[in-house]
């Protein structure tokens, strides 16, 4: 089983950035697509973005042209670079590794889940 462990999280004012970090344990890392989902108090666990085993990446609506998804093979690692934030971006961001190298969008189609970070920003 997976370990996911998500680091980066942090308190920003509205217009600032932050870089999310998911260190993954075993040898698997590279050849499962990866994504990132996020939670806000009272709403349900949304889509935030993805990336599949060969690079290819999908995002929200809500996110596009602002949050970048990555992925460093060598290091186990997935980021989320979160340029422009909003107050409507606070939430517990979670990573998530998908079941086959392609990314899909529904958290039931994820198998393993961090414990996540928390992003604030403030208006």
């Known amino acids: 089983q997976?370990?996911?462990v998500e680091s980066g999280g942090g308190w920003?004012?509205?217009?600032?950035?932050?870089?999310?970090?998911c260190a993954a344990s075993g040898r698997s890392f590279s050849v499962y697509a990866m994504g990132w989902f996020r939670q806000a108090p009272?709403?349900?666990?949304?889509?935030?973005?993805g990336i599949s085993a060969s690079g290819g990446?999908?995002?929200?609506?809500?996110?596009?042209?602002r949050f970048t998804i990555s992925?460093?093979?060598a290091k186990n690692t997935l980021y989320l670079q979160m340029n422009?934030?909003?107050?409507?971006?606070?939430?517990?961001?979670?990573?998530?590794?998908?079941?086959?190298?392609?990314?899909?969008v529904d958290p039931a189609d994820f198998g393993s889940w961090g414990q996540g970070t928390q992003v604030t920003v403030s208006s």
């Not at 990446?57 to 042209?65: E, F, I, L, P, Q």
């Open 2 to 4: 997976v370990q996911l």
């Open 84 to 104: 422009s934030l909003k107050p409507e971006d606070t939430a517990l961001y979670y990573c998530a590794r998908g079941r086959t190298r392609v990314v899909p």
């Open 57 to 65: 990446t999908r995002y929200a609506d809500s996110v596009k042209g």
């Open 12 to 21: 920003v004012q509205a217009g600032g950035s932050l870089r999310l970090s």
């Open 71 to 73: 992925r460093d093979n």
């Open 42 to 49: 009272g709403k349900e666990r949304e889509f935030v973005a």
